[in-house]
T-cell receptor, first 111, second 114 residues
């Protein structure tokens, strides 16, 4: 089964609103990463948060990590139509070199 | 963009035939990964490599083999293609594995097995 599970599976919002996506995982991790995938394209790395960090910002992105609950959230503020994409969380295990992805959240931003 | 090239980008093949997908990188990154992407499953790791001739299995490795004879090339072979292997395949590279740094992805190969 997947290590990471995103919630919700799909999200539709108006331009300018904030979008929040959640990710839960099962085992201890070294870090958690978020990626974006535009339709028909490869994945693009957005942000990485290490297991000893609780919050990280990058432009309009804010990521939180709660290792006690084994969960993370990605907040996109002031969303734009160009943010329409699928978003995936990926966990790097505490030991090993694998990067394991969840099923993703499809975000649609309506203009 | 990271220098990753997947070939072919699209392929239609018949059930039972062997198929090889190629991933070529120009970044000299140590780690290379093959994932498959299917609706509702996200990306699932097939195999990965942590150096020349060093590979390991992922979560969905049955029916697939890999080889890495040079740093820059990572080949994925479907030994005898089945319809369940119809998917989009992504190659990714990482300098130090998932432990420390992000992965960079290729554009994907859409494989259809008929």
């Amino acid at each position: 089964s997947q290590q990471g599970e995103e919630d919700p599976q799909a999200l539709s919002i108006q331009e300018g609103e904030n979008a929040t996506m959640n990710c839960s995982y099962k085992t201890s991790i070294n870090n958690l990463q978020w990626y974006r995938q535009n339709s028909g394209r490869g994945l693009v790395h957005l942000i990485l948060i290490r297991s000893n960090e609780r919050e990280k910002h990058s432009g309009r992105l804010r990521v939180t990590l709660d290792t006690s609950k084994k969960s993370s959230s990605l907040l996109i503020t002031a969303s734009r139509a160009a943010d329409t994409a699928s978003y995936f969380c990926a966990t790097a295990m505490e030991y090993g070199n694998k990067l394991v992805f969840g099923a993703g959240t499809i975000l649609r931003v309506k203009s | 963009d990271a220098g990753i090239t997947q070939s072919p980008r699209h392929k239609v093949t018949e059930t039972g035939t062997p198929v090889t997908l190629r991933c070529h990188q120009t970044e000299n990154h140590r780690y290379m990964y093959w994932y498959r992407q299917d609706p509702g499953h996200g990306l699932r790791l097939i195999h990965y490599s942590y150096g020349v001739k060093d590979t390991d299995k992922g979560e969905v490795s049955d029916g697939y083999s890999v080889s890495r004879s040079k740093t820059e090339d990572f080949l994925l072979t479907l030994e005898s293609a089945t319809s369940s292997q119809t998917s989009v395949y992504f190659c990714a590279i990482s300098e130090q594995g998932g432990l420390i740094t992000e992965a960079f992805f290729g554009q994907g190969t859409r494989l259809t097995v008929v």
